[in-house]
């Protein structure tokens, strides 16, 4: 098990926006053995959620936000090629963006950490992403499911955006989507044609396991 303290300062790196001491925590951890899904769970993600708590009290603002954002891709980019390959599982393909117009990307972040943790091929376009080039990296990395995370309500539109566009390419077919974001409903996703929402990044993890019947 990884020391409580060490945890704590992976947590405060993230709240902190320092990058550098976050890569530094992931590098140690990994180089000692320890195992990086307890880093991701128990250090990173903590502290990730908190910043979206002080962001959502107005205590913190958004030029930090996406700081912290950074920083939480940062490591959770060394701690997603520190994560064994399930080889031996064949698991989905999953393509996630968060939509055009929307630079939130917290959460969205912490789902493609559960994903990958979880032996999903997890392909992450960013934030800011158009639902064109969302529909033609599907295509090239042969996608099972289309992940669309919007955090503010005049994005939200982008999601039913991609159910239009699926469908005039008609390739609605070919791709299951799922859909999530602070603002968005199970009642949203039925209403424009998303497979599933996705509450958090463990509903996510359940949600995609049942789409493809897992």
Not at 18 to 37: N, Q, Y
Not at 58 to 73: C, D, I, K, T
Request: glycine fraction near 8%; charge should be negative; aromatic fraction near 4%.
């Amino acid at each position: 098990m990884i020391d409580r303290k060490l945890l704590e300062e992976a947590k405060n790196s993230i709240v902190g926006c320092d990058k550098d001491k976050a890569i530094e925590i992931a590098r140690r951890v990994i180089s000692d053995g320890h195992d990086p899904v307890e880093l991701m769970n128990e250090g990173f993600i903590p502290g990730i959620q908190k910043v979206g708590d002080l962001f959502g009290r107005g205590e913190l603002f958004l030029p930090e936000l996406v700081q912290a954002a950074n920083v939480m891709q940062a490591a959770t980019e060394i701690v997603n090629e520190a994560i064994p390959e399930q080889a031996d599982k064949k698991r989905g393909v999953i393509l996630i963006g968060t939509v055009k117009g929307d630079v939130h990307d917290i959460g969205k972040c912490i789902v493609v950490s559960f994903l990958k943790a979880n032996g999903f091929t997890v392909h992450d376009l960013g934030r800011d992403v158009a639902i064109e080039v969302i529909i033609e990296k599907a295509k090239e990395v042969n996608a099972d499911i289309i992940g669309t995370s919007a955090l503010l309500t005049t994005t939200m539109v982008q999601q039913k955006y991609l159910e239009e566009e699926l469908k005039k390419a008609d390739l609605r077919d070919r791709f299951k989507t799922i859909v999530g974001g602070a603002p968005v409903t199970a009642r949203w996703a039925a209403k424009i044609g998303a497979d599933a929402y996705a509450e958090d990044a463990q509903d996510a993890v359940k949600k995609i396991n049942e789409l493809l019947q897992l």
